[in-house]
């Protein structure tokens, strides 16, 4: 899948999202939309890295910690 089939998801859901909340306002999309792509983010980089939190982290261009602390927030570990 390209960068730009990624980013058409989640602009198709992001308009589903909107649509479905009719006259709501919106709230934190920015931290939804982060959290709700990050975890399977985080799987399939700590599958590709087979377990090797150093590597996965190398491979995401983030800190180790910061992968841990990211792995723990989404029960991951």
């Known amino acids: 899948m390209s960068k730009d089939s990624i980013q058409d998801v989640v602009k198709k859901s992001l ?33 590709r890295a087979e377990g090797n939190q150093s590597h996965a982290a190398e491979m995401l261009g983030i800190n180790r910690n910061t992968l841990r602390k990211k792995l723990q927030q989404h029960g991951l570990i």
């Open 15 to 47: 308009e589903k999202y909107f649509k479905d909340l009719g006259e709501q306002q919106p709230s934190n999309v920015y931290e939804m939309v982060v959290f709700t792509v990050e975890k399977p983010i985080l799987e399939a980089v700590m599958v």
